[in-house]
């Protein structure tokens, strides 16, 4: 319960750019990692991994040989993260708009996973996130994006194909929306 306390008061805290009151719900945990497979190696990036709820499922249901990329950029989120004892794990305190500085070979990345609140970062940000997110996507990799509301599916729609959206149980209620790539 203070562990519950603590962690939504950095939630609070930082409200503008965690746009969140606490962590995702398992419900939205599950959904976000649809598309980890225990079966194939794959690259993963994450794209705003808060205190990490997402990222131990990630690396929970991935296959030993795959790779996950995950960024943050608030400071005592990052020191819960660096808790994380997985040789997997490759964590980045930096913002998720590096990720191509971190990873430059186009059409190398299976999925990206992001929570990043979209519906309050600068327009610009959000775009530049979507195009170099797409850039890295191998064909037929996918881009699950946590939004608390159900409206972004036309911005998907503009660099994706391919688009759908699953409701969660979430606090607030959550929008998951998968985006294919696909050509
Ligand atoms: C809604 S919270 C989700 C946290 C966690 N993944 C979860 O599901 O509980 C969004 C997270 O994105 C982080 N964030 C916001 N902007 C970011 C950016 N440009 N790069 C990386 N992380 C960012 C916030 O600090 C916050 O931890």
Redesign the pocket.
């Known amino acids: 319960m203070r562990d519950f306390i603590k962690t939504s008061i950095g ?1 609070l805290r ?1 409200v503008s ?4 009151i606490v ?2 719900s398992s419900q ?2 599950e959904e976000l990692t649809t598309f980890v497979n225990k079966n194939t190696p794959q690259v993963i990036v994450e ?5 990490g ?3 131990r499922r990630i690396l929970e249901k991935m296959h030993h040989l795959s790779v996950l990329h995950s ?4 400071d005592n ?1 990052a020191e819960k993260i660096g808790q994380i004892q997985d040789r997997r794990l490759h964590f980045h305190h930096r ?3 590096d990720v191509d500085e971190v990873i430059s070979a186009p059409s190398s990345v299976d999925l990206i996973i992001s ?3 979209i519906t309050i ?1 600068p327009a610009e ?1 959000v775009r530049s996130l979507t195009v170099k997110g797409k850039a890295l996507l191998k064909n037929g990799g996918h881009f699950s994006q ?1 939004v608390f509301s159900p409206i972004y599916k036309r911005h998907f729609k503009q660099y994706f194909g391919n688009c759908r959206i699953v409701s969660c149980l979430n606090m607030p209620p959550a929008f998951i929306h998968h985006a294919t790539k696909n050509d």
């Open positions: 939630f930082n750019t965690t746009g969140a962590e995702s939205t945990q794209f705003g991994a808060g205190t709820v997402v990222t960024f943050e950029i608030n989120f913002s998720a708009d929570t990043v609140p970062l940000l946590l």
